[in-house]
């Protein structure tokens, strides 16, 4: 029966990750609802508690273990391992760790594809929808807010008031507007994938430590953080 289970899962995930990383990452049957609820070095990933990728064999008193349940318990939809986040809610995966320095749209592009971190494939930047999806405590520019610019309305056009987002360094994560695990670099813009329609050379972007949703363009230096489809 546990072999069935696994095998279903990894059928079922085929296109996403593939069945080596659906054994590596699937715990049998323990549910949760955020990393407390899982054993040392496991995260809570879509409410099942799963391997957080790191070395099985480290000692149960390592120090690792402090890096594995980093959830904050306000944010029982969003919970980090070492190197990566689970938004449960949304069944995305988020690079935890920034990497050094800014980037061009396009370089920002091409280091998500070449990304390869705890057994996933396929990394790339967030679509805007996805990046509105990790702001908390700004009503303007979360999910369902007024702010106009969505995956469906990407022309200059669809940005209107409420796009300009929150008082700045007022978020509920230490200033930010985005879930605490993610930690304090939130004052400067984030690349979208999302390209702006009615000028293709720029791009939309998202400020956490405002929540502000803008265009920029695309030879611009920003930050960046990937995603990962689960």
């Given at each position: ?92 995966a988020w690079q ?102 009615s000028a293709t ?30």
């Amino acid at each position: 029966m546990r072999i069935a289970l696994i095998l279903a899962s990894c059928l079922a995930a085929l296109g996403h990750i593939g069945c080596g990383q659906i054994w590596e990452y699937e715990n049998l049957g323990q549910s949760c609802r955020s990393n407390s609820d899982c054993d040392a070095r496991q995260v809570c990933v879509k409410r099942v508690c799963r391997s957080s990728g790191a070395d099985a064999d480290t000692d149960a008193d390592s120090d690792t273990d402090s890096d594995l349940d980093t959830d904050s318990d306000t944010d029982t939809d969003f919970s980090c391992g070492s190197e990566v986040c689970f938004d449960h809610e949304h069944d995305l995966a988020w690079q935890l760790n920034l990497p050094a320095g800014t980037y061009t749209w396009d370089d920002a592009s091409a280091y998500c594809s070449a990304l390869s971190m705890v057994g996933y494939p396929d990394w790339r930047l967030p679509a805007i929808n996805e990046q509105r999806a990790l702001i908390r405590g700004c009503a303007p520019t979360e999910p369902g807010g007024p702010c106009g610019v969505t995956d469906g309305c990407v022309t200059a056009s669809c940005r209107n008031v409420p796009c300009d987002g929150c008082t700045s360094d007022e978020g509920p994560a230490a200033g930010c507007y985005w879930p605490a695990q993610l930690g304090p670099t939130c004052a400067r813009p984030f690349w979208s994938s999302t390209t702006v329609a009615s000028a293709t050379g720029e791009a939309w972007y998202t400020v956490f430590n405002s929540g502000v949703i803008n265009r920029g363009s695309k030879g611009a230096s920003l930050l960046l953080r990937c995603v990962h489809d689960l």
